[in-house]
């Protein structure tokens, strides 16, 4: 399976902006969809955005506008533009095959507070 090292988060005041990379142990150009997913205190995993090796993308409701999912295989590489961040991005923000391997990365911790 492929390694995954996740980057960019921290404390954000609401209205702010992240941009969360994520830098695979190899190649990613054969993972045709690649995504982002986060896990909020309490509560299980979800799927945020994701991004076919084409660069179509789509993402939950909650986030449509504000965040933007890019890839740079090239550089295996996978990262999230967030703006406009709410106390309810809130979460550890971890990056994965679509559907995930079974492994995970340690994933970045995302908080959004005044």
């Known amino acids: 399976q492929v390694q995954f090292v996740e980057s960019g988060g921290g404390l954000v005041q609401p209205g702010g902006s992240l941009r969360l990379s994520c830098v695979a142990s190899?190649?990613?150009?054969?993972?045709?969809?690649m995504g982002w997913y986060r896990q909020a205190p309490g509560k299980q995993r979800e799927w945020v955005a994701r991004?076919?090796?084409?660069?179509?993308?789509n993402c939950i409701e909650s986030v449509k506008g504000r965040f933007t999912i890019s890839r740079d295989n090239a550089k295996n590489a996978v990262y999230l533009q967030m703006n406009s961040l709410k106390p309810e991005d809130t979460a550890v923000y971890y990056c994965n095959r679509s559907p995930p391997y079974t492994s995970w990365g340690q994933g970045t911790q995302v908080t959004v507070s005044s």
């Open positions: 190899r190649g990613i150009g054969s993972l045709s969809v």
């Open positions: 991004i076919t090796t084409g660069g179509s993308t």
